[in-house]
């Protein structure tokens, strides 16, 4: 009797809302324009209602060049990067899609996507990854957020890389259940931006050329667990213990 007792706990555990156990596979559009690092590669996303964790697996080819993860989370936004003069450093340029000269690479996101965000992320040219909020500008316009905690750095051939952001830093209340839209562009710290994307797809022609952005990927951040909810999870471990203590 007790052991149908625990299986049905353990049956109603498995029953809450996924949402509880938040994680998504966001692919890449499978692109090998600079090598397939990030176009035959997939991000593993996760989050306890406060950060957000990401595991990069990294496709074909070396990682020698920048992602960079645009995100919209809250209202407004640009719908291009074409006020992006942001040439203060590597990881900037790459968010700006310039050279720090003449040369850029504008980026028109899908209909209904207005960036306010970018996680640049350049664990061999820059070995650094880093959020940045969006702003038009010149050199050092964009204002720097935080750390992503990009591991490893230094090395272009890691099988995986991990990195995070925390939902306030991108506007959003931890443990809402909100949402944030992300797209990801495989681009040089010059700039020079090629067709490799992730969460999303790009057309246009390798180079400094406009490119335009057709998809996009959704993120759900888990909401924080209902009473009723921790408590069912809370009686199922403690009857999985009482059932190995007598076991024991």
Do not use: H
């Not at 990401?54 to 645009?70: E, I």
């Amino acid at each position: 009797m007790k052991r149908s007792i625990a299986m049905g706990i353990a049956a109603l555990a498995l029953a809450l809302p996924s949402s509880l156990f938040a994680n998504q596979t966001i692919a890449g559009n499978g692109s090998t324009d600079f090598g397939g690092a990030i176009g035959q590669g997939s991000l593993a996303v996760s989050d306890n209602g406060t950060t957000v964790s990401t595991t990069l697996t990294k496709g074909a080819g070396n990682y020698n060049d920048v992602l960079v993860v645009f995100i919209d989370s809250i209202p407004g936004g640009f719908s291009d990067t074409s006020l992006f003069s942001d040439a203060g450093d590597g990881l900037r340029k790459a968010i700006s899609g310039i050279d720090g000269g003449t040369n850029r690479s504008t980026l028109t996101f899908p209909s209904g996507f207005l960036a306010d965000y970018a996680l640049a992320l350049g664990p061999s040219s820059d070995n650094f990854g880093g959020l940045w909020q969006l702003a038009a500008g010149g050199n050092n316009s964009l204002p720097f957020v935080a750390s992503a905690n990009l591991s490893p750095t230094g090395t272009n051939s890691s099988a995986t890389y991990t990195f995070d952001l925390s939902a306030s830093n991108i506007g959003l209340t931890p443990n809402s259940g909100s949402s944030f839209k992300l797209l990801g562009t495989y681009i040089a710290n010059s700039g020079y931006r090629s067709l490799e994307s992730i969460g999303g797809n790009v057309t246009g022609t390798q180079g400094w050329n406009p490119f335009t952005a057709t998809s996009n990927s959704t993120y759900f951040i888990a909401p924080a667990p209902e009473p009723a909810s921790l408590a069912i999870l809370g009686l199922a471990a403690a009857t999985g213990l009482s059932s190995r203590r007598r076991r024991a």
